[in-house]
C-alpha cells in the first residue's frame, strides 16, 4: 500500500516504453519496457528515427538498467509496476476479477472472498437477523455475508468470475445471491420473492439491495445489459444476474408434453420481465449436474 502522493508507474506518453515512472507531480527518466527497468530521458529521439534494421526492443536496450528496480535484485514484470496496487479511487476494480475496497466506513463480503488485505482490518460473520435467516433457510437464496471494518485495503475475489461495480442512488437493485461480492454497509439488503412466482410453482428469490451506496457482483463471463424497456424481455433463471428492482417480473414456464419424451427444448422456466429498467444476464447456466446412464 503506497503512501498517499507517492509516484506510480503509468503508460509511457511518448509511447517509445510500456510504462515511466511518475513521481507524483512530473514524469521521471525511470521506465520499465519487457520486465526491464531502464533510465531513458524524455524527448529522446522517437523510435520511428531508429536505424533501419534496428528493433525497437534494441533501442530500449540503449538505455541504462536501473539495477533491482526496488525488490531486492528481483526484475520482470510482476515488479516492474504494471500489476501494483491501483491507488486511484477508495473502491474500485484492480484488474477485471479482483476488486479492492480502502476501507473507510465498513462494508459487507461474501464470505471467504478476501484475498489479501494491508493495514489493519477485522472481519466478522454477519447473520442479518433473525427473519433474514429464517428466509435463507426456507429459500435456499444463501447470502453468507461477513462485515470488513478498520483501516487498510482489502482484495476481494470470487472464482476468477468478473467483478462489476455499481453505485445505487436512491435506488434498488434485484441480485441473485450467488453473484453478490460486497456491498456498503449504507445499502439496506433483504430476501424477497420474485413477483408471480411462489415455491409451489418454482419461484425464485433475490436478495434486493435499496438505497445510496456501492455493490460489487460477479459474473460468470463477459455479461450483456438488456433494457427491458425496449422490449419484453425474457432471461433463463440460472443465467440471469440482476435487474432494477422496480421492473415487473413473472415466471414463465414453456414446459411440454414432448419434454416427457425426450423432446423438450431444454428451456422449461424463464423470467420475464416489464418496465423501465436494466436486465443484467451472464453467458453461463452455472455448473450442470449431470448423471450417468
Given amino acids: 500500500m503506497s503512501a ?3 509516484g506510480t508507474w503509468q503508460p509511457d506518453p511518448e509511447g517509445r516504453f510500456d510504462y515511466r515512472w511518475h513521481d507524483g507531480q512530473q514524469w521521471t527518466d525511470q521506465v520499465s519496457a519487457g520486465g526491464q527497468v531502464m533510465r531513458a530521458p ?3 529521439q522517437a523510435p520511428t528515427q531508429q536505424p533501419v534494421g534496428q528493433s525497437q526492443a534494441q533501442v530500449q536496450s540503449q538505455a541504462q538498467p536501473v539495477g533491482d528496480g526496488g525488490f531486492a535484485g528481483i526484475s520482470g514484470d510482476l515488479v516492474d509496476g504494471r500489476f501494483s496496487e491501483k491507488e486511484a479511487k477508495a473502491i474500485g476494480n484492480q484488474n477485471a476479477k479482483l476488486l479492492r475496497v480502502r476501507l473507510g466506513e465498513p ?3 461474501r464470505q471467504g ?9 477485522d472481519f466478522s460473520f454477519e447473520g442479518g437477523g433473525a427473519s433474514r435467516f429464517i428466509k435463507k433457510a426456507l429459500t435456499g437464496e444463501g447470502l453468507p455475508l461477513m462485515r470488513c471494518a478498520g483501516q487498510g485495503d482489502v482484495f476481494l475475489a470470487e472464482r476468477a468470475y468478473d467483478v462489476h461495480l455499481l453505485n ?3 435506488s434498488g437493485l434485484s441480485i441473485s445471491g450467488k453473484n453478490v461480492l460486497a456491498f456498503s454497509s449504507s445499502l439496506d439488503w433483504n430476501i424477497e420473492r420474485v413477483k408471480g412466482g411462489s415455491i409451489a410453482t418454482g419461484g425464485l428469490f433475490n436478495t434486493t439491495l435499496r438505497g445510496t451506496g456501492w455493490v460489487a457482483l460477479t459474473t ?3 455479461p450483456v445489459v438488456l433494457n427491458a424497456a425496449e422490449a419484453p424481455t425474457f432471461a433463463d433463471t440460472n ?3 440482476a435487474w432494477s428492482a422496480n421492473l415487473q417480473t413473472q415466471l414463465k414456464t414453456s414446459f411440454k408434453a414432448g419434454a416427457l419424451i425426450g423432446r423438450g427444448s431444454g428451456e422449461a422456466v424463464q423470467v420475464s420481465f416489464y418496465g423501465n429498467g436494466f436486465v443484467i444476464v451472464q453467458p453461463s447456466e452455472g455448473v450442470q449436474v449431470t448423471t450417468a446412464q
Fill in 4 to 6: 498517499p502522493g507517492q
Fill in 42 to 44: 524524455l524527448g529522446q
Fill in 107 to 109: 462494508f459487507m463480503a
Fill in 113 to 121: 472472498s478476501m484475498v489479501a488485505y494491508q493495514g489493519n482490518v
Fill in 168 to 170: 445505487l442512488t436512491n
Fill in 220 to 222: 460468470d463471463g463477459p
Fill in 239 to 241: 443465467a440471469v444476474v
